[in-house]
């Protein structure tokens, strides 16, 4: 059963729209009136207080070569708890997991602790778990389940593993990082223009890239969708170099799904054309669902 937690990073506010909050956890920041929910899905406004209408919900839980997130120079032969939630700040037309980002009022969802899922990563050891990855849909919409998980992970000793689309404010992110031991963030465009069919935009992303690279271990990954942002992995790549040649940059493949179900998948040919060119700037290339 879900838990009734208010959210951080809110604000009340009136104006001429009327009353409401202001959530102030994504570049989004949704105004959000009474009995209303953001555009994530699941920061709702019950009686003036900003709730955090997700938390404990788990839609996935599985234990994963850590490879699979994926972190390639991350305790490489290890394996990691993986769990997802419900819900996005995004609407990628070619999302991969749609149906709990975006289609979620049909996923089968439970509700665990932060200590139940604690208890389960510790007990996961005897099978080689480090730790606990947030994944699968947007995890950082969910904020204080991950932030309240990733407290007690790491008095544990468990590592903290980020899956992210990186779209969230500067503040509620220096919060979270210290917990963080790594993160691998979807570079999914390298312009506002693709990034508004999304209802996103680039900046944020690049931002948290900059940030969490001088606290953590970082790894990237843009999905490559023909016809749509393979042109962009030169000027993602060089962007990266500026920063550290050496973060690894994985290209995965696309397979038709949601809006692009009609869509052809990544011809093999194309991805290789694309590790190529990242190559030219970066040390660590690597192709996904090949």
Partial sequence: MSQKVEARHWS???????????????????????????????RENIRETLIASSYG?????VLDPIEKKPLYHFQRGKKIVSIGGYGCNFRC??????????????????????????????????????????????????????????????KSGLANVLVTNGYINRSPLLELLPLIDAINIDIKA????????????????????????RTCHVELTTLVVPGDNENDINSISKWIAKIDPNIPFHLSRFFPRHKYINAQQTPKETMHRAKETAEKYLTYVYLGNM
Wanted: overall charge neutral.
């Fill in 57 to 61: 919900a788990v839609t996935s839980i």
């Fill in 93 to 154: 037309g070619f999302c991969q997991n749609h149906k709990i980002s975006m289609e979620y009022q049909k996923a089968k969802i439970d509700f665990m602790s932060p200590e139940t899922i604690v208890q389960f990563a510790t007990a996961a050891r005897a099978n080689g778990n480090i730790g606990i990855a947030y994944t699968y849909n947007e995890p950082l919409i969910g904020y204080e389940f991950i932030f309240d998980c990733a407290t007690l992970a790491k």
């Fill in 190 to 213: 390298f312009d506002d223009r693709t990034y508004n069919r999304f209802s996103g935009t680039l900046e944020p992303v690049l931002d948290t890239i900059q940030t969490a690279h």
């Fill in 12 to 42: 009340y506010k009136e104006s001429k729209e009327g009353k409401g909050i202001v959530c102030r956890l994504c570049p989004h920041t949704c105004f959000i009136k009474d009995n209303q929910i953001g555009f994530c899905g699941v």
